[in-house]
């Protein structure tokens, strides 16, 4: 999301967006799909990440959080690098897109329907454009999470 990508502007809305439960596809090779479900959240007071839990039918759920902008561009074109990387499919039947996560040690593919992804993503843009991102954000909290975990609370 550019900010010369006006239309998706805050409106008065309520500054909550329920969860998003998506099926999709895991492909375990080839020809193999797995189905599965995944629920992808929105708060409102870290806006640039979506957090995704990868619901197992069997075992432990796993949790990734992604940039909302490498969600949003991958419904419509090549997006992200490293471990993460997300593009649309071949056009089809059934618009979708693909969401690759990879490691030294694993790798996973993911088929994502676009259209649900797509609208629940411009609903989250309608609360807090992609300019206001980083507006309400404490970087020295945000620092010290992500280096050494929660911060205690200051008195």
Same mark, same amino acid.
């Given at each position: 999301?550019? =900010? ?6 805050? /409106?008065? !809305?309520? *500054? ?9 596809? *895991? ?5 193999? /799909? ?6 992808? =959240?929105?708060?409102?007071?870290? %806006?640039? #990440? ?17 940039? /909302?902008?490498?969600? @949003? =561009? ?9 471990? #993460?990387?997300?593009? %649309? !499919? ?8 693909? $969401?690759?996560?990879?490691? *030294? ?6 088929? $994502? ?10 609903? !989250? @843009? =309608? ?9 309400? $954000? ?11 975990? %929660?911060?205690? %609370?200051?008195?």
């Amino acid at each position: 999301m550019h =900010r010369d990508q006006s239309p998706l502007r805050a /409106r008065s !809305t309520p *500054q909550h967006v329920p969860s998003l439960l998506l099926d999709l596809d *895991q492909m375990l090779d080839e020809f193999t /799909r797995q189905p599965l479900q995944a629920e992808f =959240r929105f708060d409102a007071d870290m %806006p640039a #990440v979506i957090t995704v839990e990868f619901l197992a039918e069997r075992g432990p759920s796993l949790i990734w959080r992604f940039g /909302r902008e490498l969600l @949003y =561009r991958g419904l419509t074109s090549m997006s992200g690098c490293g471990d #993460v990387r997300m593009w %649309p !499919t071949l056009p089809g039947e059934r618009p979708s897109s693909w $969401l690759l996560l990879e490691s *030294q040690e694993v790798e996973a593919l993911f088929e $994502l329907p676009t259209a649900p992804l797509a609208e629940w993503l411009d609903a !989250t @843009y =309608r609360i807090i454009p992609a300019e206001a991102e980083m507006a309400g $954000l404490n970087w020295d909290d945000f620092l010290l999470e992500l280096l050494d975990g %929660p911060a205690a %609370p200051s008195e």
